[in-house]
């Protein structure tokens, strides 16, 4: 019999990753925190706002009930990463010994500055953590178009057994033990979307996009090796591959946060009303980069930006203005 599987957080991605989950079971539960929100997913058996006409796999069952992971071997965690904590703890009573728990969330918690994995390890004690990430967009996973993300675990073990329960023959999992060179490239790469996006509302021109996504992957290298990941995890799915695709397409939220504020939007209003992690993010990173006496230009711009202590213009003058120096 295949592991049993339960999905917490029921947006766009959730659903993705239950639908591939719901492939050849016979139910997967998809919690969603608002009850309303389960039953309309119930009645309507798609997620008319962020997936319209994109049914729920048969095999997809919503609710609002999170005892309903209680016999799940698997649970894949895919609520944004600043209720992460709020959600582990409430799982703690009804998640059975020795699950894994499949952290979907690319963020770094906000106050405490930790990552996913690390709020998991506090919070779900009886839990095997393990982080999904990669160049992902749920309407291709819906529509079952090819893709291919990163799973790590530290047990190698745990990280292949998942990769065979969650793989199928269009969402392809490739496994690695490096969970903290995974999470940095997936909360990273939402912070420098919003830089590209930026430059794309100002019509900056391919040339300077393309260097900004140079660039900022340099930056995400050099945070990476002061945090001990690992460079070819950086270099792979989870970091080069997550930024190419999130910089360079206005389905990313982040990158569309960034287009709206390139093209006048004030701060509170450039989401449109969607989450963007990437705008909780900016400010950890900064801070994680000066405790580790790295440069983080990009970075600091984005920042900068969000805390109104630039404007768009002034942070892209203060980043061609720095002194010229050799590439590294």
Same mark, same amino acid.
């Given at each position: ?6 999905? $917490? ?13 719901? !492939? ?8 969603? &925190?608002?009850?309303? &929100? ?11 706002? &962020? ?22 071997? @698997?649970? $894949? ?15 703690? +009573? ?10 979907? +969330?690319?963020?770094?918690? *906000?106050?405490? *500055? &930790? ?10 004690? !009886? ?8 160049? =992902? ?9 090819? /893709? ?18 969650? =793989? ?8 690695? /033990? ?8 997936? %909360? ?24 900004? @996504? ?18 070819? /995890? ?6 080069? #591959? ?5 910089? #360079?397409?206005? !389905? ?7 287009? %709206? ?19 909780? /993010? %900016? ?20 920042? %900068?930006?969000? =805390? ?7 942070? @892209? ?12």
């Amino acid at each position: 019999m295949r592991d049993s599987i339960a999905v $917490l957080g029921a947006g766009a991605w959730g659903v993705a990753l239950a639908n591939v989950a719901g !492939q050849g079971r016979a139910r997967v539960a998809l919690w969603a &925190h608002d009850p309303a &929100h389960a039953a309309a997913l119930a009645k309507d058996r798609e997620n008319k706002r &962020h997936l319209p006409g994109l049914p729920l796999a048969a095999a997809v069952a919503p609710t609002s009930d999170l005892s309903c992971i209680k016999d799940a071997r @698997i649970v $894949l965690a895919v609520v944004p990463a600043q209720a992460m904590r709020a959600v582990a703890r409430a799982a703690r +009573a009804h998640l059975s010994e020795g699950a894994a728990f499949v952290i979907c +969330a690319k963020g770094i918690e *906000r106050d405490r *500055r &930790h990552f996913m994995s690390e709020v998991v390890a506090e919070e779900l004690p !009886q839990a095997r953590p393990a982080v999904l990430s990669g160049p =992902s967009f749920a309407a291709d996973v819906c529509k079952g178009l090819p /893709t291919a993300v990163t799973l790590a675990a530290e047990d190698e073990g745990l990280a292949q057994q998942l990769c065979e329960a969650l =793989s199928t023959k269009t969402f392809r999992l490739y496994r690695s /033990t490096d969970l903290r060179g995974v999470e940095i490239g997936g %909360a990273a790469k939402n912070v420098f979307a919003i830089g590209a996006g930026m430059a794309s509302g100002r019509r900056l021109g391919a040339s300077a996009q393309a260097a900004l @996504i140079a660039r900022g992957f340099a930056e995400l290298m050099r945070l990476g090796r002061a945090l001990g990941a690992r460079s070819e /995890t950086l270099m792979g799915l989870s970091g080069l #591959g997550d930024l190419v695709l999130t910089c #360079g397409s206005a !389905q990313s939220r982040n990158f569309a946060f960034g287009q %709206a504020l390139g093209q006048g939007t004030a701060v509170k209003d450039a989401s449109g009303g969607k989450l963007t992690e990437g705008a909780f /993010t %900016a400010r950890v990173l900064v801070e994680m980069a000066q405790a580790a006496e790295i440069e983080m230009p990009i970075a600091e711009a984005v920042d %900068a930006i969000l =805390s109104s202590r630039l404007s768009v213009d002034a942070a @892209i003058d203060a980043l061609l203005m720095r002194p010229l120096k050799a590439e590294a």
